[in-house]
T-cell receptor
Framework: DAGVTQSPTHLIKTRGQHVTLRCSPISGHKSVSWYQQVLGQGPQFIFQYYEKEERGRGNFPDRFSARQFPNYSSELNVNALLLGDSALYLC???????????FGSGTRLTVV | KNEVEQSPQNLTAQEGEFITINCSYSVGISALHWLQQHPGGGIVSLFMLSSGKKKHGRLIATINIQEKHSSLHITASHPRDSAVYICATNFGNEKLTFGTGTRLTIIP
């Protein structure tokens, strides 16, 4: 059974550009959460979706948006990229928000 | 305030030693996660536990709900165990709150 799949694994973008990161949860998992991990720091919560609805949002600017599709996969979009957006973006899936989480390997975004 | 604290921050040990990493949290929770992250890598879920003890290979996780404390043990440590170990819980809300992590280095 496939784990949580994130794509792409690595990405280099220029300041001001837009980026879309993708996450496919474990089959049967209906909750997807997104986290940002800046080098040397712990993960910070960005969004959680459950049953295609936003359940929670962290302290991130409106440049960050996300959505969950009918098949429970999810996209994280970041507009007007800043150098400070360079980070490892992690997706975690769960059957329900109060169940255990499985993390994907992450997408490493570098903004130059 | 919902907080998760880990100790030690850094741990260096010789191959074969028994390792203990501690995690304490500020308020009651329903479940706690132990996670592993290798340098430059993604996060791997090791355990989720809400009571008692779980074992997987050389890894053992315990939790004491009354004491608000959990430990991760590694028996017969190996250089490949070198990683950052993180405990996390969601305090009953939508996001995981992470501990600061313990950087473990096992020397051959």
């Amino acid at each position: 059974d496939a784990g949580v799949t994130q794509s792409p694994t690595h990405l280099i973008k220029t300041r001001g550009q837009h980026v879309t990161l993708r996450c496919s949860p474990i089959s049967g998992h209906k909750s997807v959460s997104w986290y940002q991990q800046v080098l040397g720091q712990g993960p910070q919560f960005i969004f959680q979706y459950y049953e295609k609805e936003e359940r929670g949002r962290g302290n991130f600017p409106d440049r960050f948006s996300a959505r969950q599709f009918p098949n429970y996969s999810s996209e994280l979009n970041v507009n007007a990229l800043l150098l400070g957006d360079s980070a490892l973006y992690l997706c975690a899936s769960s059957f329900r928000p109060d169940y255990g989480y499985t993390f994907g390997s992450g997408t490493r975004l570098t903004v130059v | 305030k919902n907080e998760v604290e880990q100790s030690p921050q850094n741990l260096t040990a010789q191959e074969g030693e028994f390792i203990t990493i501690n995690c304490s949290y500020s308020v009651g929770i329903s479940a706690l996660h132990w996670l592993q992250q290798h340098p430059g890598g993604g996060i791997v879920s090791l355990f989720m536990l809400s009571s008692g003890k779980k074992k997987h290979g050389r890894l053992i996780a315990t939790i004491n709900i009354q004491e608000k404390h959990s430990s991760l043990h590694i028996t017969a440590s190996h250089p490949r165990d070198s990683a950052v170990y993180i405990c996390a819980t969601n305090f009953g809300n939508e996001k995981l709150t992470f501990g600061t992590g313990t950087r473990l280095t096992i020397i051959p």
